[in-house]
T-cell receptor, first 112, second 117 residues
Framework: QKEVEQDPGPLSVPEGAIVSLNCTYS??????FMWYRQYSRKGPELLMY????GNKEDGRFTAQVDKSSKYISLFIRDSQPSDSATYLC????????????FGGGTRVLVKP | GAVVSQHPSWVICKSGTSVKIECRSL??????MFWYRQFPKQSLMLMAT?????????EQGVEKDKFLINHASLTLSTLTVTSAHPEDSSFYIC?????????????FGDGTRLSIL
């Protein structure tokens, strides 16, 4: 079993819809939770970063962490065609030298 | 803030050539940088952790003599692919963390697409 599981998609939604992405993880020692967006042939871009259970909002993005269920989510409101990309969840723990453990990525397509 | 620059963005070269890729933190200092490799439609695979002023730490299965890492300053790490062969063709990405602040995420460069003929 992978340490971080993420549905590969593709997830296709119409413009303006809410995009819902999630990851599950197996190691309760994980402390920090990130979501990155990656466009084709580009490096990942940090969208959200959190370390506590609950919700964190930034513009159209909301990150949700449930440590008891080992489940993290990212919601994108009012989705735009420019949101079409691969979204990667990443988790780390300080004791592991701050190495990131990535999910496999979910490809999202927002259709005009 | 927290901009990471990677150069070159794309390189094509002949088999047997050595290729150097640079990773710079433009507006912050980074004691630690990371080098990843990514195959098409796959997630990032950590190759090594680059530490300023000391030897890099390589992940299991990564040949340290093949992938030479140098982190000579707080803003620059380099990855040299020595005697590159077609199987080394891939997308290489670096990342860096802000030094001096706890609990900082990694910020990524835009990657280098390496094609070996």
């Amino acid at each position: 079993q992978k340490e971080v599981e993420q549905d590969p998609g593709p997830l296709s939604v119409p413009e303006g819809a809410i995009v819902s992405l999630n990851c599950t993880y197996s190691n309760s020692a994980f402390q920090y939770f990130m979501w990155y967006r990656q466009y084709s042939r580009k490096g990942p871009e940090l969208l959200m970063y959190t370390y506590s259970s609950g919700n964190k909002e930034d513009g159209r993005f909301t990150a949700q962490v449930d440590k008891s269920s080992k489940y993290i989510s990212l919601f994108i409101r009012d989705s735009q065609p420019s949101d079409s990309a691969t979204y990667l969840c990443a988790i780390n723990r300080q004791a592991a030298g701050n190495k990131l453990t990535f999910g496999g990525g979910t490809r999202v397509l927002v259709k005009p | 803030g927290a901009v990471v620059s990677q150069h070159p963005s794309w390189v094509i070269c002949k088999s047997g050539t050595s290729v150097k890729i640079e990773c710079r933190s433009l507006d912050f200092q980074a004691t630690t940088m990371f080098w990843y490799r990514q195959f098409p439609k796959q997630s990032l695979m950590l190759m090594a952790t680059s530490n300023e002023g000391s030897k890099a730490t390589y992940e299991q299965g990564v040949e340290k003599d093949k992938f030479l890492i140098n982190h000579a300053s707080l803003t620059l790490s380099t990855l040299t692919v020595t005697s590159a062969h077609p199987e080394d063709s891939s997308f290489y990405i670096c990342s860096a963390r802000v030094t001096g602040l706890s609990n900082q995420p990694q910020h990524f460069g835009d990657g280098t697409r390496l094609s070996i003929l």
